[in-house]
């Protein structure tokens, strides 16, 4: 079984964390079974939000009276100090607990500090003072940023996109947080669904000694593949070396993650999932891509008001209305059946 330690902050856990954004489209029955299965075959840390809408409740419903089994993660997107504070009380009482192992600053536009105005770092200190947070951390999508926090030494665990369709900045971060002594956490391992194969994706971040991956789950079949990796973790072999290679060949460059930071659209366009449709249905069963409900959604790229408002707030940098554009010609092609997908 692979451990990893986040850094300086003393939590120890398998390699295998519990991504709880999914569980916000499930039932609460369906989610607590599956919070609970994870926990009992040897998952001890779960992330979560504010931002996820009932995924909070579902982790205090499921950990309801066993609170020192397991660390949770979550997640604050306040603008300002008061925010903050609403938003902390807010997720104890849905945790249904009294601390929070790893608070977040969840994508910051900048890296909050002491005495930048916000008032923010001062609440997280403060709230740690109180006992009601046990460590302090930051997620964020931009390079920059996650570069910054690394560097003033005030936060004890980064949360960042990577996976092996990352590039070499992305391992610098990595490299950086291990010499910073500072906990790596791994979001987006699979790319947002364009991995499909999670034993490969496992296997490459199971090189990094100090990152944890933290996985999506929402259905049994994505936790069944996720726990057998806790007793037989899958090695680097050379098939697995070449799917990789595979892979970045087809995928790394502009692609659109499907992070959902430039949503939402003015115009009801669903850009995080258009805007990579060419990739989506080569990847994935093209059929569930083909149905009407999709062609419907794909058609609203014709109402696109070229406002710029997705590409200014996309934290990758990319032409967002280009792409979705480009999307949309590419479908067209394979409904017309002048371009084949299996």
């Known amino acids: 079984m692979h451990t990893v ?29 599956l919070l609970r299965r994870a926990y009992e075959a040897g998952i001890t840390y779960f992330d979560t939000a504010r931002w996820y809408t009932d ?9 309801d009276g066993m609170r020192e089994h397991v660390y949770i993660a979550t997640k604050t997107g306040a603008a300002s100090a008061e925010e903050f504070w609403k938003d902390l009380q807010t997720s104890l009482h849905n945790l249904r607990t009294d601390y929070i192992d790893v608070y977040q600053f969840h994508n910051p536009p900048f890296c909050p500090k002491p005495g930048d105005g916000s008032g923010l770092y001062e609440a997280m200190l403060e709230a740690k003072a109180q006992g009601k947070v046990r460590h302090i951390g930051i997620t964020n999508h931009r390079l920059k940023i996650a570069q910054e926090a690394i560097e003033s030494g005030l936060y004890e665990t980064l949360q960042f996109p990577f996976c092996y369709l990352s590039g070499a900045q992305e391992l610098d971060l990595v ?21 499909t194969n999670s034993a490969a994706a496992y296997a490459y971040l199971a090189q990094y000694e100090n990152v944890l991956p933290i996985w999506g789950v929402q259905r049994e079949q994505e936790l069944d593949e996720f726990l057998s ?10 098939e697995r070396k070449q799917l990789i290679e595979h892979d970045r060949k087809e995928l790394c460059g502009e692609f659109c ?8 659209c003015p115009a ?7 805007a990579r449709m060419s990739l989506l249905i080569r990847r994935s069963p093209s059929k569930a891509q083909l149905t009407e409900q999709a062609q419907e959604m794909m058609k609203k790229i014709e109402n696109c008001l070229h406002c710029n408002q997705c590409k200014s707030k996309c934290p990758y940098e990319l032409d967002t209305p280009a792409l979705l554009e480009r999307n949309y010609e590419d ?10 997908v299996d």
């Open 5 to 33: 330690t986040l850094g300086n902050t003393g939590i120890t856990v398998n390699k295998n964390g519990f991504g709880a954004l999914p569980i916000q489209r499930i039932s609460v029955q369906d989610a607590v079974r």
């Open 55 to 63: 995924s909070e409740e579902k982790l205090g419903e499921a950990f």
């Open 175 to 195: 490299k950086k947080c291990k010499e910073a002594d500072m906990g790596f956490i791994a979001m987006k391992a699979l790319s947002g669904g364009l991995i």
């Open 229 to 238: 990796y806790i007793e037989n973790p899958p090695a680097m072999t050379e």
């Open 257 to 264: 993650r499907g992070c959902g930071y430039c949503m939402p």
């Open 268 to 274: 009801g366009i669903e850009i995080n999932t258009c």
């Open 331 to 340: 479908y067209k092609r394979i409904l017309a059946g002048e371009v084949h």
